[in-house]
């Protein structure tokens, strides 16, 4: 099926508006400023066109359009999309809400979950394909030709595969160049890295060396303090003398052991002061070893003194600490290592490089020819559809050719062809709408109802290639008249047999072919103008027919000519 029912609330001159659309061909039709426009454009910004606040009705806060769709077959790449992006789908129906405030704050829903502007969209892109007049003015841009001709050819798994190659490509590219900047950066870099390496290793300190050469220094530079305190230390505790604290000892502890001779109740105190004289021998002994250690050794200061210079030298260029002066030689070593390896891994993704590169040739060359040959039954069906359209006697020709560029990937005939995401390929559509005239490009020699009709006509011949099941046309009929008027309805009557076909039309013709037919119409309420739309019956499409060919004056002439219009 498709679109099911649209609502809108202050949006433009709309206050409340809600309306359900069918299955097959619908047209819509009113006064010129009715507001049909405004319906599409309401659309659209449910299905995630760019939001403008001022599109807001008059002392409203908030617009809201809402739009329902259903029976799409629940393998609908839309749903299918909407799954992948996390919304809950029951069924084959879906809804779409968007609120625009006035402060230019815009929000989106999907079935009734919230979601960004940017999923809406591309959700809404699967599911309507709005032919308006831009759209038809897109078909004279050169560079939309290619696209044109893509989406009618059947090879769009080969057209990812180039894709795919061309950012592979891509991607080695941009590695190569980062190695390679990175190798002439790192050569400018490498004599001074390995002057900094050579010196840090030719001072190759230790991890605390330099808090124990300063401990070091502080003992050599009172070396002479030391042994004085040293040798008047070990005078008083066991010289000859007989005042030295060990003769002091041997003589309490006799005469404590003569005490204890008597009463032992000083037995304790005797065994502790037995202790204490050899106590006094040990550090007696510890002292004279001392002084011979603490001996004035020059060499010794000198090399402490260098050592600790040198240190402080490296500490000044390479980090406060000796751990972060070694951190720093591991960063360039690793830098040197990773230079050496440089050379490798260029060669490597140059290697690389050129397999992607010959993959993409061969993808794109495989893609040019598939577009060669699409194109050969892409001009028999344009000009059979263009003849069924009422321009006879045309032809339609799609030149493919190559572009030369300096930086191009692939050789044709000795050139350098630009390489793009797309292929290699420029495509352009040449036309001649009259027997015996030369070809030339479209913007050249087609009228307003040829752009209309030629669009058409792409789009009837792509009709069972896509599956977006909403086709909207506004301002189809831009330029036509008459039997090519009649022409036109009948091809739009007929792809409605595929998409659910909605179409905004002025023109009788092309109304009465409609299935259903829809009035807009402007009224005055309070003062303020406001757009509705209204499902005619077959009564009503009479008169709103008959409105179209004989304007404000509908005669018993111009009824009977409408009901002939909806009686073909």
């Known amino acids: ?82 799954r992948e992006n996390g919304i809950p789908i029951s069924g084959e129906v879906v809804s779409f809400r968007r609120e625009l405030n006035i402060n230019g704050r815009s929000k989106a829903w999907i079935n009734q979950m919230q979601c960004p502007i940017n999923v809406l969209k591309s959700a809404g892109d699967l599911l309507v394909d709005l032919h308006g007049q831009h759209d038809h003015q897109s078909l004279l841009k050169e560079e939309n030709h290619l696209e044109f001709l893509d989406a009618f050819g059947d090879y769009q798994a080969l057209k990812k595969g180039v894709r795919d190659a061309y950012l592979e490509v891509s991607h080695r590219i941009d590695r190569h160049s980062v190695l390679t900047e990175r ?61 030295t604290l060990y003769q002091q000892i041997l003589e309490i502890n006799h005469k404590l052991a003569l005490l204890n001779e008597i009463d032992a109740k000083f037995s304790a105190e005797l065994a502790r002061f037995e202790e204490f004289k050899f106590m006094i021998q040990e550090l007696s002994n510890r002292l004279s070893v001392y002084m011979q250690e603490i001996q004035f050794d020059p060499g010794r200061i000198e090399y402490v003194n260098q050592r600790l210079y040198q240190i402080q030298q490296l500490r000044k260029k390479y980090g406060s600490s000796i751990a972060e002066i070694l951190e720093y030689r591991q960063k360039i070593e690793k830098s040197l290592a990773e230079n050496d390896h440089l050379d490798h891994d260029i060669l490597k993704i140059e290697k690389e490089l ?193 409105a179209l060919i004989g304007g404000a004056s509908v005669t018993e002439t111009t009824r009977r000519q409408a009901l002939e219009l909806l009686t073909e």
């Open 354 to 546: 050129e397999d992607s590169k010959k993959r993409y040739t061969e993808l794109a060359g495989q893609l040019s020819e598939k577009r060669k040959q699409a194109a050969q039954i892409f001009e028999r069906e344009i000009v059979a559809a263009l003849t069924r359209l009422g321009i006879s006697g045309s032809h339609f020709s799609v030149q493919i050719k190559t572009a030369v560029a300096e930086n191009g990937w692939i050789q044709i005939d000795n050139q350098p062809v630009r390489c793009e995401s797309q292929g290699i390929d420029k495509v352009l559509f040449l036309i001649s709408t009259n027997p015996g005239e030369p070809l030339r490009s479209l913007i050249e020699i087609v009228s307003g109802g040829e752009v209309s009709r030629i669009m058409l006509a792409l789009k009837t011949i792509m009709a069972g290639k896509d599956r977006i099941p909403v086709v909207i046309f506004d301002e189809i009929d831009t330029g036509i008249s008459g039997k090519v008027a009649q022409i036109v309805g009948r091809q739009l009557k007929s792809l409605a047999e595929i998409h659910q076909v909605i179409c905004i039309t002025h023109l009788p013709q092309i109304a009465g072919l409609g299935k259903h037919h829809y009035r807009v119409y402007k009224q005055s309420e309070d003062g303020r103008s406001q757009t509705n739309i209204q499902l005619l019956s077959h009564e009503e499409r009479i008169g709103e027919i008959a």
């Open 1 to 82: 099926m498709g679109l099911k029912r649209l609502q809108i609330q202050n949006f433009a001159i709309i206050e409340q508006l809600a309306v359900d659309f069918f299955r097959g061909f619908s047209v819509i039709t009113g006064e010129t400023g009715a507001g049909k426009s405004i319906i599409i454009d309401a659309l659209n910004l449910a299905l995630g066109e760019k939001a403008n606040p001022n599109m807001i009705r008059a002392g409203a806060e908030s617009a809201v359009i809402e739009c329902e769709f259903d029976e799409l077959g629940s393998d609908h790449p839309a749903l299918q999309f909407i």
């Open 183 to 243: 190798r002439n950066l790192n050569r400018e870099k490498r004599e001074l890295w390995e002057f900094q390496l050579k010196e840090i290793e030719k001072v190759n300190p230790g991890e605390v060396e330099d808090v124990q050469l300063i401990n070091e220094k502080k003992l050599l530079d009172n070396v002479e303090k030391l042994h004085r305190l040293s040798e008047e230390l070990s005078n008083a505790l066991y010289e000859a003398d007989e005042n």
